[in-house]
């Protein structure tokens, strides 16, 4: 079973910067994308940012050009480098991995999320 903690979250005003890191641990064959979604209030579950194990990088538009994620494979670490931060990205911000069991099954594993607040 693979446990991801995500850390980093915080209150910054407009136009700030955070830095989202989510480590993986636990037994498994292999992880492959992992990434990061974030949910607002009231909202659901989005897609932010995804990055398989090969480097290839999916960026949701809202985010194009100020955030940033990047994996290090050997410890199992995925993080979002945010900048220029607006109101609007404050949610919850959630890690994800699809995670290949030693039975060779493919699940999806999620960390408890951290909240990221822009104040204007």
């Known amino acids: 079973q693979v446990h991801l903690v995500e850390s980093g979250g915080g209150l910054v005003q407009a136009g700030g910067s955070l830095r989202l890191s989510c480590a993986a641990s636990?037994?498994?064959?292999?992880?492959?994308?992992m990434g990061w979604y974030r949910q607002a209030p009231g909202k659901q579950r989005d897609l932010v940012a995804v990055?398989?194990?090969?480097?290839?990088?999916n960026y949701a538009d809202s985010v194009k050009g100020r955030f940033t994620i990047s994996r290090d494979n050997a410890k199992y670490t995925v993080y979002l480098q945010m900048l220029s931060l607006k109101p609007e990205d404050t949610a919850v911000y959630f890690c994800?991995?699809?995670?290949?069991?030693?039975?060779?099954?493919?699940?999806?594993?999620w960390g408890q999320g951290t909240q990221v607040t822009v104040s204007s």
């Open positions: 994800n991995a699809e995670v290949v069991t030693m039975r060779r099954t493919t699940v999806d594993a």
């Open positions: 636990g037994i498994a064959f292999s992880i492959n994308t």
């Open positions: 990055i398989t194990s090969g480097g290839s990088i």
